[in-house]
């Protein structure tokens, strides 16, 4: 085999030479577009920070009572248990449709039973949905409804929340619809109204909604709403009422929940 001729090998060195160049200058190029890009986002990072910085924050001190919230963060409390008898919790997200289904049927008989003083009842609404849904209206509504307690109309709002679910499920609930439509419908009018928009516009409920949201996770609640439940005087919850079987292909009559939840006590 001929070997390579001077001039040959001087071109090879002179292509490797510039090849070289090129990748220098590439790196170069690269290194300055990764220091610009690093740059931009360090600035990017500041800016958000200084006006996340800006963004008003509820402090703790801003946070209200709510008049009928049960203890260890379990919800609201619709009706004292009677001694001696069984206490009903129910776990619902308000964008669910199914919980409202359970609500006009299980629910409206569960009520039914509690002002007789067969039954204590306890809701404990949380936000599980909204992540699937990409939305935080069940989140909002938590809040909303926790704060028409502060006026006693917390069962009001709450079936006025069910009453204007969207047919479509995750179009959710308007901030216009939670502050002021949904809470002229359950009767919050005049210094309630103003107080209840307040608590509302600065989440004043907010510990309460999230302790709520945290007990329930504490007792490994799943995803699946409505829940209906038999707990013990603590609140502890000992056994799931079986929803399907109670509501068959009608509604259950008030007798047939009460017997569900005797069995279940």
């Known amino acids: 085999m001929a070997k390579p001729s001077p001039s040959s090998r001087r071109a090879a060195l002179q292509a490797q030479r510039e090849a070289a160049e090129r990748a220098r200058r590439r790196g170069r190029l690269i290194g300055a ?3 610009a890009l690093a740059a931009v986002l360090l600035l990017t990072i500041v800016v958000w920070q200084f006006n996340k910085d800006d963004e008003p924050v509820v402090a703790a001190g801003s946070q209200v009572a709510v008049p009928g919230a049960a203890p260890d963060g379990r919800g609201i409390t619709l009706a004292k248990t009677p001694a001696g008898k069984p206490m009903v919790v129910v776990i619902e997200d308000y964008q669910c449709p199914w919980c409202k289904i359970a609500e006009q049927s299980i629910g409206k008989q569960v009520k039914a039973l509690a002002d007789k003083g067969e039954v204590g009842y306890e809701v404990r609404s949380v936000a599980l949905l909204d992540t699937m849904l990409k939305n935080d209206s069940s989140e909002r509504a ?11 109309h917390y069962a009001a709002y ?11 499920e995750g179009e959710g609930f308007t901030d216009e619809q939670l502050r002021t439509g949904f809470a002229e419908q359950a009767g919050i009018t005049g210094d309630d109204l103003e107080r209840f928009q307040t608590c509302y516009d600065q989440r004043q409920t907010n510990d309460h909604v999230q302790s709520v949201l945290k007990r329930a996770r504490a007792d490994k609640i799943d995803d699946s709403t409505p829940q209906y439940w038999v707990a013990a005087a603590d609140g502890s919850l000992t056994k799931k009422l079986d929803l399907e079987a109670l509501m ?7 007798q047939q929940v009460l017997d569900a939840i005797k069995a279940a006590a």
């Open 248 to 254: 068959g292909t009608a509604d259950p009559t008030e």
């Open 158 to 168: 709450r079936d006025t929340v069910f009453a204007n679910q969207p047919q479509k």
């Open 33 to 35: 577009v990764c220091g």
């Open 142 to 152: 938590n809040l909303a409804a926790a704060c028409a307690d502060l006026s006693g």
